[in-house]
T-cell receptor, first 115, second 114 residues
Framework: NAGVTQTPKFRILKIGQSMTLQCAQD?????MYWYRQDPGMGLKLIYY???????DKGEVPNGYNVSRSTTEDFPLRLELAAPSQTSVYFC??????????????FGPGTRLLVL | AQSVTQLDSQVPVFEEAPVELRCNYS??????LFWYVQYPNQGLQLLLK??????LVKGINGFEAEFNKSQTSFHLRKPSVHISDTAEYFC????????????FGKGTLLTVNP
């Protein structure tokens, strides 16, 4: 299993451009998450999904959009990139087991620089 | 809502010394607690987790943590660290009924010196 994969690894955007960060998992996990990591700030949840066709906002959703058409894929869309969106983005997935707990498995991250 | 406070942003130690990384949380509901580790330029890996039962939890690489409900703490310990333990460590909490969303602390950078 490849686990959670993310593309691209690194990208430079100009202010106002748009892009999609790709995330895929091959573990048949229902739950998927997008986080951003800023220096000294930990990780903040942007959006999450509990299954195909179901998404919801996290703590910092402004400026982002998501979709979940399949179990495997959970792309994050940035519209009108701003310097404040310079960050490292992590995608994660988890089972959301009926036992009431889960472990999240993280991808390697996408480093985004907006200039 | 939940919040996590990691009391030390940086912890330098010498190799083979013991270490404790501190974590306190607040929540209005019962929680699950996690410690994740991030090596340079990598994603996060789970070290250990507390779900219920025994308050002393053992994880990978010789780490352990103790859940203290009265003090709302979940401190991470290792009796003897190695150079390879140099990394950033994140404490995280997930509240019951929150769709397993994680709230992270700001992280503690552990630097192990020879």
């Amino acid at each position: 299993n490849a686990g959670v994969t993310q593309t691209p690894k690194f990208r430079i955007l100009k202010i106002g451009q748009s892009m999609t960060l790709q995330c895929a998992q091959d573990m048949n996990h229902n739950y998927m998450y997008w986080y951003r990591q800023d220096p000294g700030m930990g990780l903040k949840l942007i959006y999450y999904s509990v299954g195909a066709g179901i998404t919801d906002k996290g703590e910092v959703p402004n400026g982002y959009n998501v979709s979940r058409s399949t179990t495997e894929d959970f792309p994050l869309r940035l519209e009108l990139a701003a310097p404040s969106q310079t960050s490292v983005y992590f995608c994660a997935s988890g089972t959301g087991t009926s036992g009431g707990f889960e472990t999240q498995y993280f991808g390697p991250g996408t480093r985004l620089l907006v200039l | 809502a939940q919040s996590v406070t990691q009391l030390d942003s940086q912890v330098p130690v010498f190799e083979e010394a013991p270490v404790e990384l501190r974590c306190n949380y607040s929540s209005s509901v019962s929680v699950y607690l996690f410690w994740y580790v991030q090596y340079p330029n990598q994603g996060l890996q789970l070290l250990l987790k507390y779900l219920s039962g025994s308050t002393l939890v053992k994880g990978i690489n010789g780490f352990e943590a103790e859940f203290n409900k009265s003090q709302t703490s979940f401190h991470l310990r290792k009796p003897s660290v190695h150079i390879s333990d140099t990394a950033e460590y994140f404490c995280a909490v997930s509240g019951y009924g929150s769709n397993y969303k994680l709230t992270f602390g700001k992280g503690t950078l552990l630097t192990v010196n020879p």
